[in-house]
């Protein structure tokens, strides 16, 4: 499954393109960099959006950008200088409160095939309060935000320095983490010993963790036994990865899962039988979604949403 549509909201706002000669005409609305295949060819970059937004006569008011393709992304150039301009143009958009950065469809880049690099300095930002990233290739180190209640990863395959850097991270704001795990083809974690730094540790505000898309779902499933993270949390969706039979019966006999509000785990090769026993546990469960794939018993044939 690719992801096809695009983004027509974001932060609760519409979103519409940047046009650097007609410059912001509503602050009030999301605003979209993008570069595409055309543009690229003649040379222009988000770069140079970016330094455009920032010098606006409104750029003080804008509260949600999204960055899709800073210029040929589907040839694997990383979005760090775009990083830097970003970081650089931040006291130009003081109200900046959420962000997405590798806003793309697969007609734009397949999930695998954004590279990024270094997304440290992105947590520089402290008027942000949501934060998206889509790709992979990330690099990331230990961050302190005071102000991020909601940071998203969206990968084919998210790198161990993601859960690692965020298992060392002082985020005390965070209410929403969701990261997708993918595969280890694309660069993903191969056991849950990835993220098992992070789920042993708390965040004082969390409420809805998402560990999605992840190849190791089974393995996610049980290492959440005791896990601290769930600490606080009420919503926790485990949708889009190859959960079966035997990370449910994880989830079942964890007495955490029982004091949710909600799970989701659409997108999974469970049994009735399993994901029957799992809907008397308490919380509101979610098992049926757009997709629901057949591994016929095999475990080889059991793949992620979204990988390439």
């Known amino acids: 499954m690719a992801i096809s549509d695009p983004t027509t909201r974001f932060h609760g706002l519409p979103v519409v393109p940047f046009d650097p000669e007609r410059g912001v005409e509503d602050p009030s609305a999301a605003i979209r960099i993008h570069v595409g295949w055309d543009e690229a060819e003649e040379g222009q970059d988000a770069v140079a959006l970016i330094e455009a937004l920032a010098g606006d006569e409104n750029a003080g008011e804008v509260r949600a950008l999204?960055?899709?393709?800073?210029?040929?992304?589907?040839?694997?150039?990383?979005?760090?200088?775009?990083?830097?301009?970003?970081?650089?143009?931040?006291?130009?958009?003081?109200?900046?409160?959420?962000?997405?950065?590798?806003?793309?469809?697969?007609?734009?880049?397949?999930?695998?095939?954004?590279?990024?690099?270094?997304?440290?300095?992105?947590?520089?930002?402290?008027?942000?309060?949501?934060?998206?990233?889509?790709?992979?290739?990330?690099?990331?180190?230990?961050?302190?935000?005071?102000?991020?209640?909601?940071?998203?990863?969206?990968?084919?395959?998210?790198?161990?320095?993601?859960?690692?850097?965020?298992?060392?991270?002082?985020?005390?704001?965070?209410?929403?983490?969701?990261?997708?795990?993918?595969?280890?083809?694309?660069?993903?974690?191969?056991?849950?010993?990835?993220?098992?730094?992070?789920?042993?540790?708390?965040?004082?505000?969390?409420?809805?963790?998402?560990?999605?898309?992840?190849?190791?779902?089974?393995e996610v499933a049980k290492a959440l036994h005791e896990a601290p993270i769930l600490d606080g949390v009420e919503a926790l969706d485990l949708s889009l990865g190859t959960l079966s039979d035997v990370g449910v019966q994880a989830l079942i006999d964890n007495p955490r899962i029982a004091k949710l509000k909600r799970l989701d785990v659409h997108h999974h090769y469970a049994s009735d039988e399993a994901l029957a026993a799992l809907q008397k546990l308490g919380p509101e469960v979610t098992t049926v979604g757009a997709d629901s794939p057949d591994d016929d018993g095999d475990p080889e044939w059991r793949f992620v949403a979204h990988s390439e």
């Open 66 to 218: 999204l960055i899709g393709d800073w210029g040929q992304a589907g040839q694997m150039d990383p979005s760090e200088p775009a990083v830097a301009a970003l970081v650089e143009a931040a006291v130009r958009l003081p109200a900046l409160e959420a962000l997405f950065l590798g806003d793309m469809t697969f007609e734009d880049c397949e999930i695998s095939w954004i590279e990024h690099g270094d997304l440290t300095a992105l947590f520089e930002i402290e008027s942000l309060k949501e934060l998206w990233i889509r790709g992979g290739a990330i690099e990331l180190s230990p961050v302190k935000h005071a102000g991020l209640e909601k940071l998203v990863f969206q990968s084919g395959g998210l790198p161990f320095a993601v859960p690692s850097a965020l298992a060392s991270s002082e985020l005390p704001a965070l209410r929403h983490l969701e990261l997708w795990l993918g595969t280890d083809e694309y660069g993903g974690p191969s056991t849950a010993d990835a993220v098992k730094p992070l789920l042993a540790r708390t965040f004082p505000s969390l409420r809805t963790l998402g560990l999605r898309n992840a190849q190791i779902a089974d």
